[in-house]
């Protein structure tokens, strides 16, 4: 058996690596930022607006490991995962990061009573963690950004009416709007800057956060620019029924919070009662469901029976407006 000190070291070594990685990203100058923009826009075809040469320069200064990662098709979508919740790191780094914290919880968790299943039971909670945030983080991105858009709406429909073009609104929104929102406008103005068409830089706005509002307002200014019409009144009542929705939103719930809580509740309990019960209440007691087979199974069967039922409580207060 490894002796437990080598074993920590080896732990803390891992969440250094972690820990750095995840320091390097948050401060990473805007610079490197556009540069890992650009590099995303070469690799990917739909972006035939870049011309040809300027895209094999920057394939050029494209590490070749990241050329090959960048070919798969999870990590495409772990990078625009990241995108949506506003993570600013690259696929390689988030998952460098995630693999050296896996490793560390394995370890930590193996030194601590010297059990490979806790160890497993430990590396599997801190491999979910980073993906589980992210989700979060792109959940609260796109409901702050559902906030500010009605907002973002009247404020264009008021230049319009002032006499002002799309091309000002959209400046107008980018400098006066807190991000999220702020910075998806700014940046769809400075791709108008570079040549895009207005419709185009808020279609890949589309991309980079998922709203289904933002998709109606594209719509609209699409239709427009095709058709015509009264853009400025358009906009007022896009506005008005998202703040409608926003408003039925938030009493849904306000009536869905006790099935909410009582979903946690029955999911996370019989976790803790399990493992109080183990190292800390009557240490061995459980050690038939460890050890046995039949104990495993009852385990496993355990833990898929829980899953199931707090998926089935999130589909029955997850209602959609």
């Known amino acids: 058996m490894i002796p437990a000190i080598i074993l920590t070291f080896i732990a803390a070594l891992l969440i250094l690596i972690a820990v750095y990685l995840i320091y390097t990203s948050a401060k990473e100058s ?3 930022e556009l540069r890992r923009r650009l590099r995303r826009m070469a690799i990917d075809n739909r972006w035939s ?3 040809d040469g300027l895209r094999g320069e920057i394939i050029k200064e494209i590490p070749r490991i990241e050329r090959l990662l960048a070919r798969m098709p999870l990590l495409r979508n ?3 995962q990241l995108d949506q919740a506003g993570v600013k790191t690259t696929p390689v780094k988030f998952l460098l990061m995630t693999v050296a914290a896996t490793l560390a919880g394995f370890v930590l968790g193996y030194a601590l009573r010297g059990d490979y299943i806790l160890g497993i039971i430990v590396a599997v909670a801190v491999f979910c963690s980073p993906f589980i945030y992210l989700s979060a983080m792109k959940r609260k991105r796109t409901e702050k950004f559902t906030e500010q858009l ?3 709406l009247t404020m264009i429909s008021r230049s319009l009416r002032a006499g002002h073009s799309i091309t000002s609104a959209i400046e107008l929104v980018g400098k006066e709007m807190a991000p999220p ?3 998806l406008f700014k940046t769809a103005y400075d791709q108008q800057n570079l040549g895009l068409r207005v419709v185009d830089t808020l279609i890949n706005m589309t991309e980079r956060i998922n709203s289904i509002d933002l998709r109606f307002f594209v719509t609209a200014i699409a239709i ?3 058709v015509g019409g009264n853009l400025a009144g358009i906009l007022d009542r896009l506005a008005e029924t998202i703040r409608q929705r926003l408003t039925i ?3 849904v719930r306000v009536y869905t919070a006790q099935g909410r809580l009582s979903g946690y509740l029955l999911t996370v309990l019989p976790i803790i009662a399990f493992i109080l019960m183990h190292f800390v209440m009557i240490p061995g007691y459980e050690d038939p469901l460890l050890k046995e087979t039949n104990g495993r199974y009852l385990l496993i069967g355990a833990v ?3 899953f199931i039922g707090f998926l089935v409580i999130r589909k029955i207060i997850n209602i959609r407006i």
């Open 30 to 32: 805007p610079a490197a």
């Open 49 to 51: 607006a870049l011309p």
């Open 78 to 80: 772990l990078d625009r």
């Open 150 to 152: 009605p907002d973002a």
């Open 181 to 183: 929102l702020g910075d």
């Open 224 to 226: 427009n620019s095709e």
């Open 249 to 251: 939103r938030r009493q």
């Open 304 to 306: 898929i029976s829980q």
